[in-house]
């Protein structure tokens, strides 16, 4: 998983000891619309702007022996396998019918309680589509986990959880959003299991 470096756990030391701690703010007001058009290309990250929606982008990348649906400039994934990051099982993706999600690493739910429900449309729609918040991955590892931080849900597979870790941290700093007490206590458990590559598993 990217981050999974003890450079990358440094840095997340410093980047997570600079988030503010505060409580979670009301749920009230929110709906996935509030980030706008589920896998908008219509963005200012990267990736935006390319013709092809962000979900199919991130799959894209994500599979192995993907099929294309001819017509489609190359857009649409139609099928492909995978590693999930989440549990390490084997997957197959297949359009319609499949064990493959993308989540939303720092998830929507979360966001919006801690922090997002203050930004303007488009910076919630960038957020809800940049690839540096977006991690293909089993559909039952990504509805167990639903609106949960790291206080609340850990990747099934204890060698993702650094990396886990390091992308969520660095998405809340990239978008300045702050961490409970009870996360930042559970993000820093699981940094100090993993200065040299290993999480105490």
């Not at 505060?22 to 007001?29: D, E, F, Q």
């Not at 199919?56 to 492909?80: E, M």
């Not at 493959?100 to 960038?126: C, E, F, N, S």
């Not at 650094?162 to 996360?183: H, N, P, S």
Request: charged share 25%; glycine share 10%; net charge positive.
């Amino acid at each position: 998983m990217p981050g999974s470096t003890a450079e990358g756990w440094s840095n997340a030391r410093e980047a997570l000891a600079s988030l503010e701690v505060k409580g979670r703010a009301p749920k009230t007001g929110y709906d996935r619309e509030v980030f706008g058009p589920a896998w908008s290309d219509d963005v200012d990250v990267p990736g935006g702007h390319n013709g092809c929606d962000s979900r199919n982008d991130l799959l894209a990348r994500a599979l192995t022996g993907i099929q294309l649906k001819p017509g489609t400039h190359g857009c649409v994934v139609l099928s492909g396998s995978m590693i999930d990051p989440y549990t390490g099982r084997r997957l197959e993706f297949r359009r319609g019918a499949s064990t493959v999600d993308v989540d939303h690493v720092v998830a929507l739910g979360d966001a919006w309680q801690k922090g997002a429900q203050r930004w303007t449309p488009q910076k919630r729609r960038d957020f809800a589509n940049d690839p540096a918040n977006l991690l293909a991955v089993s559909a039952s590892a990504n509805r167990s986990k639903g609106d949960g931080d790291a206080a609340t849900w850990l990747p099934p597979l204890r060698s993702a959880r650094c990396g886990y870790a390091v992308r969520q941290i660095d998405v809340k700093k990239k978008y300045q959003l702050w961490v409970t007490k009870a996360e930042r206590a559970a993000l820093t458990e699981i940094l100090d299991r993993c200065p040299t590559g290993a999480d105490g598993a």
